[in-house]
């Protein structure tokens, strides 16, 4: 699914600025959708404070376009065995299923329901939330401790990924 997001990142920023391909020059590959966006408007010069409201509008547009890409030409799949793990993890009392992603949160909710799994994530952090990954997943971490009445140690917790 990085093709989708990488082709509706091009787009939401073709459409806000007038500039194809931006993201061309830009890697994004295990980075956050935050950084990767800033990255694009600095390689491009284009001078616009990333503050909340524009990574709203940006991540927005970006969002529209990825549903209708999911949709259509890119469909992600899912590995066999991996819903069953997710429902049976998901109904457990002793784990909590939580995303912590580069993608901003609307971008991986529109993937995640692409692909039926959205439901079973309680929570996340997101690359629009944060400015490094270390820091995501500490996010995360702490929320879970502070919603869950539970301590997670890292000898407690699994991180798999999407990213190869």
Request: proline share 1%.
């Amino acid at each position: 699914m990085n093709r989708a997001g990488r082709a509706a990142m091009d787009l939401a920023f073709e459409k806000m600025f007038n500039v194809s391909n931006a993201f061309s020059k830009v890697n994004m590959s295990g980075r956050l959708d935050k950084v990767i966006l800033g990255d694009a408007l600095a390689y491009h010069e284009i001078q616009v404070e990333l503050d909340q409201t524009f990574q709203d509008r940006f991540f927005e547009e970006y969002q529209g376009i990825l549903k209708k890409l999911l949709g259509s030409e890119y469909k992600g799949i899912i590995y066999p065995g991996i819903r069953d793990i997710l429902k049976k993890t998901s109904n457990s009392s002793q784990m909590v299923n939580a995303i912590g992603t580069g993608n901003c949160r609307l971008g991986a909710l529109a993937k995640l329901e692409s692909l039926d799994i959205h439901g079973y994530f309680k929570f996340g952090g997101y690359g629009d939330d944060y400015v490094q990954r270390g820091e995501l997943i500490k996010g995360v971490i702490k929320y879970a401790n502070e919603c869950c009445g539970m301590i997670f140690n890292k000898e407690n917790i699994y991180v798999i990924g999407d990213t190869i």
